[in-house]
């Protein structure tokens, strides 16, 4: 999926989106991410430099689907 195709998934049309460390993740069931934005990330970006900061580790990402992997 290219940086293009993942900004489609904003939540705007319902599907939240994100990438971490190549992978495409389906976060739509995340209430955390309502309107596509959660605290200061957003939907449909690749937030791979962020996770570092957050209160948790890229374990709570194993709960999500991989539905692709981030062209360059």
């Not at 955390?32 to 605290?39: A, I, N, R, S, W």
């Not at 957003?42 to 689907?65: N, S």
Request: aromatic share 12%.
């Amino acid at each position: 999926m290219t940086r293009k195709e993942l900004a489609k998934f904003d939540g705007s049309n319902g599907t939240v989106y994100i990438a971490y460390r190549g992978k495409v993740y389906d976060v739509s069931a995340s209430n955390l991410f309502e309107d596509g934005v959660h605290f200061e990330h957003y939907a449909a970006q690749d937030l791979t430099e962020f996770l570092g900061e957050a209160p948790h580790d890229q374990k709570v990402l194993t709960r999500f689907p991989v539905v692709g992997e981030l062209e360059d």
